[in-house]
Each structure stands twice: as C-alpha cells, then as structure tokens.
C-alpha cells in the first residue's frame, strides 16, 4: 500500500512537471509582441496600415506610395474617383501630367499633379497637391476644381513660395490654368483667340513631417510659376 501510495505521488509530481514545462515552452513562442496584440478572447489583432487620411484635406483613404510618380496616377484614381468634387462626380482619372515639384525638404516635398477626368458633365481638368511624408506621398488636396475643358485642352502651371521662416513659415501654392478651345476655318482666320477660361488660385499650407494644414484659399489675378 506505501508503495501505491508513493508511485501515486511520484505520478503527479511527474505531471505536473510536465505541465510547468508546456506552459514555459508556449511562453517562450508566443512573443511579447504577439501577446500584447491579442484581444481579450485570445484572437490575434492585425496592426492597421497607415493611409493617407489625415495626410491632407483631401482625406485619401488610400496607404502612401513609395515609386513617385509612376504611381501617382494610380494613387489618384484610387483617391478621387466615385467623389464629388466641386460641383462633378470625377468618374474617371483619363490621364496625368508630369508632377511640378516644390524645392522643400525631404520629407515634406510637395508636388502638383494635373490630370484630365471623366466626370458625370463634360470632358474635365483638375490638379491635386501631393506631399511626400515619411511613409511616402499622399495626394493630400485639390489646387483646381474640375474645369469644363470646351472640347479642348487646359494647360495648367504651379508655383511654390515659402512665406516667413522656421516653424512658422507658410508654403503658398499658386495654381494657374487656362483652357483652350477648338476654332473652325472662320474663327482662325479672322485671329480670334481659342482661350476658354483663365483661372488663377492660391492656397496657403502650413507643412509639417506627417500632414499639410490648409490656411486659407483665394482668387488670384495673376500666379507665380515655378
């Protein structure tokens, strides 16, 4: 009967032994790092990626990209199309023109995209600023609200001043377009000018390593162009 009784004990000393070692063991595979992201049921939790929302006013639900430009398009499109900005729906992001950078500091770069769009109107013309954060660039605000382009072309211009210095210097972005319409025989010879429209905006920003802050807006009769 003792030695029933000791082989007992020796059994469950035994087991429990085992029973320290597993629990160690699965502390040592799961991380602290995996641990901590864990929800109260057990179930692990994927961290969130970083999108563009707070980059600007624009609100880009959309992650950074890394290759600028060949990406900005893309971006662009995944940004703005299916919203209403100004008074259009943009339908489509037909095709982008060549970005104007600004001469910022890296991170903080900022850059002017103008682009035809397909809206539920006319043939359109719009431009966005992009600013380049650590994470990457962010199309961040509209320069110009999409422009009926009179069966045409609009061409656009931009331009980037810095106003004050350090922490409290304002960027001021100029943007200019004008658009040109299509003149018949009549109209060619008689020297009449194919300008459309002309339009002149500037916006002031306040720039900072994760974000653009929009100040203020306004007309402008003549802009600046880098």
């Not at 864990?38 to 563009?52: D, I, L, N, R, Y």
């Not at 703005?80 to 037909?94: D, F, H, Q």
């Not at 509209?142 to 609009?154: E, F, K, M, R, S």
């Not at 943007?175 to 003149?183: D, K, N, Q, T």
Request: charge should be negative.
């Amino acid at each position: 009967m003792p030695t029933a009784i000791a082989q007992a004990r020796s059994s469950g000393v035994l087991a429990m032994v085992l029973a320290g070692l597993a629990i160690a063991a699965c502390s040592e595979h799961d991380s602290p790092r995996r641990v901590a992201a864990q929800t109260a049921s057990g179930a692990p939790v994927e961290p969130k990626a970083f999108t563009c929302a707070g980059a600007g006013p624009l609100a880009c639900n959309m992650v950074p990209i890394r290759d600028f430009p060949a990406e900005a398009c893309a971006h662009l499109r995944g940004c703005i199309e299916g919203r209403k900005l100004g008074e259009e729906t943009v339908v489509r992001v037909e095709a982008c023109e060549a970005p104007v950078l600004s001469s910022a500091s890296d991170p903080g770069t900022l850059a002017a995209v103008a682009a035809r769009l397909e809206v539920d109107g006319p043939p359109s013309h719009g431009a966005y600023l992009f600013v380049r954060l650590p994470e990457g660039w962010c199309a961040a605000d509209q320069l110009l609200v999409p422009a009926w382009t009179h069966g045409g072309y609009c061409k656009a211009q931009f331009g980037f001043e810095w106003e004050g210095a350090g922490a409290d210097a304002i960027l001021a972005v100029s943007s200019g377009r004008v658009c040109h319409m299509p003149l018949d025989q009549k109209e060619i010879a008689g020297a009449q000018s194919d300008v459309a429209s002309v339009e002149c905006r500037v916006a002031r920003y306040r720039v900072a390593r994760d974000k653009i802050e929009k100040l203020s807006e306004s007309r402008s009769d003549r802009c600046k162009s880098s």
